[in-house]
């Protein structure tokens, strides 16, 4: 791929990047609302994604996960540490249980949904002080397998996806540049003049100029 095309493809890409990432988040909060309604009135935590009400193409699904164990009182957490296992605290200015200890505790109570924590060395169940079971938020997980992203190239290549596309984004706006893709065209108008004076420059032995060892070194970041 030449430098012309690369820079083609990267300015393509990074328009179109900016241009869906604020429908993208707002679809997603909409979606996430939507399951979260239909959860609540009927149960239903999962949905098939289908294109113009034929092809299933993936699935979105509402994943709640289990709760999860939260240090809720530090210092009650730290006292208990402190008192039956002295070696997995950190003293500086202030009395820090081990990060990688506190975590232990926390996986290992997570697993058993209940703060208690068996000691693998005496076999004495604790129940931990200043933790507690805390929810997490539901989260929404979509799958689009393989054939499915195929299938929205190919809509999204025939005009097919309707509504679900910005109109700056359709086919049919990148042929004509209207909207944001006119910024496109002349941004790449902009990089195909650079590169061609760039190819000037080489042609003419710019490889040749003393400052070249800086300019690539400038280039490659490693001098200001």
Known sequence: MSLKDTAARTAVLSTLH????????????ELEEGLRTAKAETGTQKISVSLDEG??????????PKAAAAVTDAERFTAWVVENFATEVERKFVTLVKPGFQKKILD??????VTEWADPESGVIHTVPGVV????AAYTRMTVPDAGKAAIAQAWREGRLGSAVPPAMTPAAIDSGDGD????????????????????????????????????EMHQGGAE
């Open 18 to 29: 900016d241009a869906i990432g604020t429908e993208l988040k707002a679809a997603k909060k």
């Open 55 to 64: 092809q299933d193409i993936g699935t979105v699904s509402l994943v709640q």
């Open 108 to 113: 290992q109570i997570t697993a058993a949904g």
């Open 133 to 136: 079971m805390q929810g997490r």
């Open 181 to 216: 893709t006119a910024k496109l065209q002349a941004r790449i108008a902009e990089l195909e003049e650079r590169d061609a004076w760039l190819s000037a420059l080489e042609a003419a032995g710019v490889d040749n100029w003393q400052g070249i060892e800086v300019a690539q």
